[in-house]
């Protein structure tokens, strides 16, 4: 607990962290995803262009043809005979869970037929010596990732815990040891050594890490195997015993050598010992020093050694490679107006190079060492983003880029106990990810922590015979107390003392003041308007200046818009020549975006009812919503039992969303309401390889594609269901604890088909698992709506 300047206490309090919420209060932007190039990779598909695979022919029962895939989304492939060459024209997307694909001669294997398609059969007169041909040299899909756990998996979803990988030694880089992995946060790994079984010497690793290779790999390029140096005490025996035994465990189920298919290449160097260089500190990465090679051990790797020139130093060592993150050349610091760390040991307080090099009889490494040092991948300074912290790798925290210099940026890591300085990454960094990372995996983030003031009571005394209220600092303009706003000045509170004194002499009640406006919640909210936010909005607003009061008003409707940037237009067109106005500026922020537009508002009393009206009919919610009328239990419009598409109806306007099939209901608005008949069900669930129309089955081609086992086939179009029909499908999912949000907000069909990711995650407040999960099931809906009735 700490005081403001105010005096007012103020306590940092825990908060749940939403990052679509911080970024949308505090106008900020996020990295982009594409920075990341290394998260980008990892939700790659394990499956290859130009892989080859035996897939079933279409139009031939029980026979297969081998495949090349063009290309991959996700779990679907676009694959294409062999036979084809260039021609598109029968290129077919499947799905890799459903669809029937096996490796390249399973069909040998399974004595099963193998012949091509019949539209490419008079092609070639020997289809055999084709395949032999085709097949000399490609690469087949593996078996493992067609078949089995492992079926469809992404490249990164193919590392599970246990498995074995070899790492190379953090300072022999012709040195390896096998480690097992103990977790795997979206590819980033937690390592432990093969026979050392103590958390205090686990790694953290990004799976793509050139440090990582399969089991087997230093064998078979001649390279040391050998135990982590000064770790533990055990004897060679039992290294050797604990390695002998893991690898063994291993071999029975061997980590795919998919995984490491988009490990970069090591590029050569043209390091020579005795260079001089900068580099961002290796122990402390918050500051850039000069460093020199020590030595080069062949033509990828080579050894920096942190400058040091006093005489005890000990040797602050690093094995690099030509693309090692944080090198950089003599004077870079220097032109780009960054701190240089002066040498420990020099003695000079003005570090400069030429006479650094003179003094140590060494040559700066020539920039052709360093041909990418500008880039920056599109990081700019005040994006945010999510980090490594380089004290604790177990941790990563709520980040924003400080500072961007070529290809380092400046990191502030936010919510720490103890605040560091701002670290120094490298634009290729696997340390850094975009915002949202941590939640889509699972993992702890450490975040910002929400500081609240609570004001301290001043009381005003006043004299007895003025009879004036006693007042707090927290009075405010609402009429419920959840919602004040604590005064912010001394001349606030004054004000708050003058106002009283005016309403207590009867100086406020003229024509340009009004009574309370009132909030009813119970009412219809329209279109624009979410009705959760508005449930949440005070009761009442006022009494004051009718224009502050309006305009009090209207910021919260605006705030409680699905797309407050909408909202603010359409209040732009409330507007009558006759009406006695002032212009007011009206604010929305939406998305990290800012909006602003200006809006003639009433300033007497006398038209004050007449304004709400038209803004709740251009805003196609209930009469009633806000204005000088109260209402108890039942509004005098009857919108209680209206859903959003009814009541736009009833009320002759135009729905304000735009309505998917709209103008193929326009004959049907015309038409006498009938009497509702038994409602039957209105979504059947399609088993795999089985078409369903109404209540009848028929079996479906084999090889269908963009097969999905748990497509739809409607019965009634979802534009006519209403809200029971809705909460009934939502509650038919795996989502069926979400059913009461829909009914709380009155979604139907129409309603329910314009939801996207977006939109759900901001009007339900849900994280963004569950969010991905509800839209799963729209998206049913959507598709089924598009081959059933949109034409």
């Not at 899909?141 to 089995?148: K, Q, S």
């Not at 534009?719 to 989502?735: A, G, K, Y």
Request: aromatic residues 8%.
């Amino acid at each position: 607990t700490f005081v403001d300047i105010n005096g007012m206490d103020c306590v940092e309090e825990e908060v749940d962290f939403n990052w679509e919420e911080y970024l949308e209060e505090t106008g900020a932007t996020a990295a982009p995803h594409t920075s990341f190039r290394h998260v980008e990779l990892s939700l790659q598909s394990s499956f290859q262009p130009g892989m080859k695979l035996e897939v079933a022919n279409k139009g031939s029962l029980d026979t297969y043809w081998v495949a090349t895939i063009i290309t991959t989304c996700g779990q679907l492939l676009l694959l294409r005979y062999c036979g084809y060459g260039d021609d598109r024209k029968a290129d077919f997307w499947c799905d890799v869970m459903t669809a029937e694909l096996h490796p390249v001669g399973w069909c040998a294997q399974n004595n099963k037929t193998l012949q091509p398609p019949e539209a490419i059969k008079e092609k070639n007169s020997d289809w055999t010596e084709f395949l032999i041909k085709e097949l000399t040299g490609s690469r087949t899909a593996p078996a493992n990732l067609l078949e089995g756990p492992l079926r469809g998996k992404n490249t990164v979803d193919l590392i599970v815990v246990g498995c074995i990988l070899e790492v190379r030694d953090a300072f022999e880089p012709n040195v390896y040891w096998a480690a097992r992995v103990q977790s795997n946060i979206g590819g980033r790994l937690c390592l432990s050594y093969v026979g050392l079984n103590d958390p205090a010497y686990d790694m953290w690793m990004f799976y793509l890490d050139t440090r990582l290779r399969p089991l087997g790999w230093a064998k078979e390029n001649y390279l040391s195997i050998k135990p982590p140096t000064g770790e533990s005490m055990k004897l060679s025996s039992e290294w050797t015993e604990a390695l002998d035994e893991a690898t063994a465990k291993a071999l029975k189920s061997p980590l795919p050598l998919e995984v490491f298919k988009d490990h970069a290449d090591l590029h050569t160097h043209s390091y020579r010992p005795g260079m001089k260089l900068e580099m961002v500190s290796p122990k402390e990465p918050f500051h850039i020093c000069p460093v020199s090679v020590t030595k080069v051990y062949n033509e990828y790797y080579f050894q920096i050694t942190v400058d040091d020139l006093t005489a005890e130093a000990t040797p602050t060592c690093v094995v690099c490679h030509a693309d090692s993150p944080g090198i950089l050349p003599v004077q870079w610091c220097l032109k780009n107006g960054v701190g240089l760390e002066r040498p420990q040991g020099f003695e000079s307080q003005d570090f400069d190079w030429a006479d650094y090099l003179k003094h140590t009889g060494t040559e700066a490494a020539p920039d052709v060492c360093f041909p990418n040092a500008s880039q920056s991948r599109g990081f700019c300074k005040d994006m945010w983003l999510e980090a490594v912290n380089p004290l604790q790798p177990s941790e990563l925290c709520v980040a924003r880029i400080t500072q961007v210099k070529g290809r380092l940026l400046w990191l502030r890591l936010e919510g720490l106990t103890k605040p560091l300085p701002d670290c120094i990454v490298d634009v290729e960094s696997m340390n850094i990810f975009p915002v949202g990372w941590c939640e889509a995996n699972g993992y702890p983030l450490t975040h910002l922590q929400k500081t609240v003031c609570l004001p301290q009571k001043k009381i005003a005394v006043v004299q007895p015979e003025k009879h004036l209220p006693i007042i707090s600092s927290e009075l405010c303009i609402y009429s419920n107390a959840n919602s004040c706003q604590p005064l912010s000045s001394e001349l606030d509170f004054m004000l708050i003392i003058a106002i009283a004194c005016m309403c207590c002499l009867g100086l406020v009640n003229g024509k340009y003041c009004c009574s309370q406006l009132f909030i009813n919640h119970r009412c219809f909210s329209g279109p624009y308007l979410n009705k959760g936010r508005i449930a949440e909005l005070p009761k009442a607003v006022g009494p004051g200046k009718c224009a502050v009061v309006l305009k009090e008003i209207l910021t919260m409707l605006i705030n409680s818009a699905y797309k407050p940037g909408r909202v603010l237009r359409e209040l732009q067109m409330v507007e009558d020549p006759q009406w006695n106005c002032q212009e007011e500026t009206l604010k929305a922020k939406y998305k990290g975006k800012s909006y602003r537009s200006n809006m003639r508002i009433v300033r007497t009393a006398d038209q004050v009812s007449e304004f709400c009206r038209r803004v709740c009919e251009r805003l196609q919610c209930c009469l009633n919503l806000f204005g000088p009328t109260i209402v108890s239990d039942k509004c005098p419009e009857n919108c209680f039992s209206q859903t959003k598409t009814k009541y736009t109806y009833y009320k002759k306007r135009k729905v304000g969303r735009p309505s998917l099939g709209e103008n193929a209901q326009d004959g049907d608005m015309t038409k006498p309401a009938r009497r509702r008949k038994k409602r039957k069900a209105i979504f059947v669930q399609k088993k795999r390889r089985t078409s369903i129309v109404g209540y009848q089955a028929t079996e479906s081609p084999q090889n269908e594609s963009f097969e999905e086992e748990d497509r739809l086939v409607l019965e009634r179009n979802p534009l006519e269901w209403s809200v029971s029909d809705v909460v009934d499908f939502i509650t038919s999912t795996d989502c069926a604890s979400l059913a009461k949000i829909f009914q709380e907000q009155d979604i139907d069909g129409q309603a329910l088909l314009l939801l996207t990711l977006p939109t759900v995650q901001e009007c339900m407040d849900l994280k963004l698992g569950p969010a991905i999960k509800l839209c799963h099931q729209i998206e049913r809906v959507k598709v089924a709506f598009y081959s059933q009735f949109a034409n």
